[in-house]
Structures are given as C-alpha cells and as structure tokens.
C-alpha cells in the first residue's frame, strides 16, 4: 500500500519521475510495507529492509540490502563497488528496460521476501580481514594509545577506516589521511563523521 509520506521522493523527481512510478508499482504489488528511509523509498518485511528504490545522474536502481543471497538467475545483480558486501543493485535507464524486466523483477523481490522469511544473514567480513596499509600499521605500533582508540571503535568504524585508508593509491595521500583522522580516531568518531 502507498505510504503518503513517501510520495514527496516521486513528486519531487526531476529526473527518472516515470521510472520511480514503475518501480513504485511494481514493487508495491508484492505486499511489502512502504517507508521513508535514507530520503529514499524503502521496502520492508515485517520491520526488515528487503529493497530500496534510488536513483543517480546514470541510472535509477533497486537496491536488494541482502541482494548477495538471491540466485540472479538473469545476471541483472550488480554489486555497486568491491567493497560492498551484502547489497545489489539492479540498474536502469529506461521505462522500457522496466517493463521487459517487470517478471524478473518481481521474482527477485519475492526471492528477498523468502530471505527474509528464512532468516538467512550475510557472513560480512570480519575487521581483521580487511586490508591495513603499512603506514597505518606503523602508527599503531608506534603509538599505543592511538592502537588502544582505534580498537575501542564499533568494527564498523574500524572498516571505514581501513577502507579509507586504502583507497588512496600514494603512500603520501595515505599519511596524510592518517594524519588527518587521528583525532576523530581519539573522539570515538567515523572517518567521515
């Protein structure tokens, strides 16, 4: 049922306006509870997130939060970069691709449901799992203290970190990002808080 509180996210579209209302009602047809959540509208079961529906300057998408458990047998699942675990996207850019795609597209979204159902939880990858630059590394070693913060942060935190940190491709734009976050690293804070 349509949750008058979200349509501002389809009246407000500028671009993607006739494919929002497709995706709206096609995913409405499936009985999931429609929410506002992140200024997008969001799809639930039984209080959990199974879909969102998004859009950027390229393509509009929904978004399967557990997106990496579902079979995609169409091969239409696109993981959004290599650091993303558990979300997929179907992407878009026409009404046309839509409505060809409106079959799959329920099916996909009743596989969620299922997930949902069954209780089925992605194994996200553990904090130690995850690459720690050398430069970071060395600053740990050095300071105990700042080892001492940066342990007492949420695993979440600490991912956000080393994916940061990694990112950058120059030694001397990694420490400069150390540098830079040690303090909120002492704040309890995310790198981009």
């Not at 008058?4 to 006739?18: H, Y």
């Not at 409106?102 to 069954?118: M, N, R």
């Not at 976050?181 to 002492?186: G, P």
Request: with cysteine; proline share 3%; charged share 30%.
């Amino acid at each position: 049922m349509m949750n008058p509180k979200v349509n501002f996210f389809f009246d407000k579209a500028e671009q993607w306006k006739d494919e929002y209302r497709m995706l709206r009602a096609i995913v409405l047809e499936t009985g999931l509870t429609e929410e506002l959540k992140w200024g997008c509208p969001c799809y639930t079961f039984g209080g959990t997130n199974v879909l969102l529906i998004h859009g950027f300057k390229d393509y509009c998408a929904l978004l399967f939060h557990k997106g990496v458990l579902l079979k995609d047998p169409s091969g239409i699942l696109i993981q959004q970069t290599e650091n993303v675990q558990s979300a997929r996207q179907i992407r878009f850019t026409s009404s046309q691709q839509i409505r060809e795609l409106k079959p799959d597209l329920k099916a996909y979204i009743f596989e969620a449901i299922e997930v949902e159902k069954s209780g089925l939880k992605v194994a996200f990858k553990k904090t130690e799992q995850f690459e720690m630059v050398a430069e970071f590394q060395t600053k740990l070693a050095a300071d105990p203290e700042l080892k001492t913060a940066f342990e007492k942060l949420t695993p979440g935190r600490q991912k956000g970190y080393l994916l940061y940190f990694s990112q950058a491709k120059q030694a001397q734009t990694r420490e400069a990002r150390i540098k830079k976050s040690i303090s909120k690293i002492f704040e309890g804070k995310g790198w981009n808080e």
